[in-house]
């Protein structure tokens, strides 16, 4: 089974960046759905981002509104990392991000990071 932990979290000014990694060990994450959730205090966790296939090389893209424009998504299959590169950071973005994975034969979030601390001030 994969494993993900998540990196790159912190501390950053409104209009900063930030680029979070989730790097996987085990099975390669080419045989994978990937996504970025995150959740905010007293809020359900929500679905950032996402990057799914159907087993072959092609990968569809899938951004929620709040995410679209600024964020970026990114796979290393050969280095089993997932990218999730954040720019023009907005308090609301404040959250914990979680790397997650699915097969992609199935619809649930079976794999789950840590997570990582994502905060902006303004």
């Known amino acids: 089974q994969v494993q993900l932990v998540e990196s790159g979290g912190g501390l950053v000014q409104a209009g900063g960046s930030l680029r979070l990694s989730c790097a996987a060990s085990g099975p390669s994450i080419g045989s994978y759905a990937m996504a970025w959730f995150r959740q905010a205090p007293g809020k359900e966790r929500e679905l950032v981002a996402s990057?799914?296939?159907?087993?072959?090389?092609?990968?569809?893209?899938y951004y929620a509104d709040s995410a679209k424009g600024r964020f970026t998504i990114s796979r290393d299959n050969a280095k089993n990392t997932f990218v999730l590169q954040m720019n023009s950071l907005k308090p609301e973005d404040t959250a914990v991000y979680y790397c997650a994975a699915r097969f992609l034969s199935v619809q649930t979030w079976t794999f789950w990071g840590q997570g990582t601390q994502v905060t902006v001030s303004s």
């Open positions: 990057n799914t296939g159907s087993g072959g090389t092609t990968y569809y893209t």
